[in-house]
């Protein structure tokens, strides 16, 4: 079972490693981390969510993996000094805190954390497996519905309606389909009203559960 890095290096370490940096706040859609970009500095995500996305050669953006609060976000980068594999976006709010990559390392040194960061790096390769075979695999409605469970299962809050601030063209590239494909998968959610159109933009989430189901009789 996947679990978060403060599960995986325990409460006190993690209080440590917060103390490292101050906190710090970004909105929704703002970019964290860069693909491409250098490894010089590690993030602790303390509340929001984040998506984890991957550019093509052409600049398409397939969605790999949706982040909570408890995640470490570009230390794989820093442990190995190479550029960034992906870009990190805030989907919320997020609280954060940025680590130089000088402390972190030494952090990790220190604390013998090299090993379970490793396994947990492992864990989130079979999990990013996982959601490339069902971008492969699955109908529209599926892939879509899945997206949409991984944002509120990762969400700070516990609000029976979540929004997601991301455009229905957003949302299409982040599963491999078209944003026509995504307006016919959204429209009998719409009718239920297990889905609407978030005041501000995005969508407003209101029935995930109902929604997983429908989705699951579209294969």
């Known amino acids: ?5 403060a599960m995986v290096i325990g409460d006190e370490l993690w209080a440590r490693l917060k103390a490292l940096a101050p906190q710090c706040v970004r909105p929704a ?4 981390l860069r693909q491409g970009d250098p490894a010089t500095h590690v993030i602790v995500l303390e509340s929001g969510s984040t998506l984890i996305t991957l550019a093509g050669d052409c600049g398409q953006r397939t969605l ?17 000094s190479q550029p960034r594999t992906a870009t990190v976006i805030a989907a919320e709010t997020c609280r954060i805190r940025i680590i130089p990559a000088a402390a972190f390392l030494t952090f990790v040194e220190e604390h013998d954390l090299l090993a379970p960061l490793l396994r ?5 390769v079979r999990e990013s497996e996982a959601v490339r075979l069902e971008l492969a695999t699955a109908s529209v409605p599926l892939r879509l519905a899945s997206a949409l469970s991984r944002l509120v299962e990762a969400a700070s809050t516990s609000a029976s309606d979540l ?7 957003e949302l299409s590239q982040m599963i491999g389909a ?9 429209k009998p959610w719409r009718e239920q009203d297990w889905v609407r159109t978030a005041s501000g933009g ?11 189901s429908h989705a699951r009789t579209q294969e």
């Open 29 to 32: 859609r703002s970019v964290l």
């Open 163 to 169: 929004a997601v601030r991301l455009t229905q063209t």
């Open 64 to 80: 790999l993996a949706v982040r909570g609060a408890g995640e470490l976000l570009g230390e794989l980068a820093v442990l190995d």
């Open 120 to 124: 947990h790096a492992i864990a989130r």
């Open 1 to 5: 079972m996947y679990q978060p890095h």
């Open 178 to 186: 078209s944003r026509n494909a995504v307006v016919n998968a959204l």
């Open 202 to 212: 995005g969508l407003l989430v209101r029935d995930i559960h109902s929604i997983q």
